[in-house]
């Protein structure tokens, strides 16, 4: 059927729209969900490194710097305190550039409690909240914690 100006109407045009409203949403959510999936594996991968620098300075370590707190056994957090000290937390610290220092969590264990032993393995954990964006749009906590471990032997 035509109009007065020679165009012919396209009963099609608002079909169109229709569905491409009803698809918007679920291609947003494909994107955000593969938004998501990267940024944990960039935090995973991150964690990594952050533990491996950790271990790698805990095996060079003298025994008679195992005394020092940042270098002893235990749990640390908050490690924004430690930056720029010669520790293992004050590596990781130095090292966390994109995490956020306050809720970072650091773990150093040894099999006998302390890093003294020579030939003994150092196990450094780095532990971060990691908050998907669908969470953080509907202001939930965290839904999982990522973390990464490495262990060296001490020389």
Known sequence: M???TG???NKQRGQ???EFALVLPI???VVIGITDLGRGIYYYNTLSNLAREGARFGMVLQSSDWDV???EPGEYTSIGTY????TIVGRIAAQAVILDPSITKVTISTPSGTG???HLPVTVAVEYPFSPLFSQWIHSGPVTKISAESTMRIE
């Open 2 to 4: 035509m109009n007065g």
């Open 7 to 9: 165009f012919r109407w």
């Open 16 to 18: 169109a729209v229709t």
């Open 27 to 29: 291609i947003l959510m």
């Open 69 to 71: 707190d940042g270098n």
């Open 83 to 86: 930056a720029g000290t010669n």
């Open 116 to 118: 003294s032993f020579l």
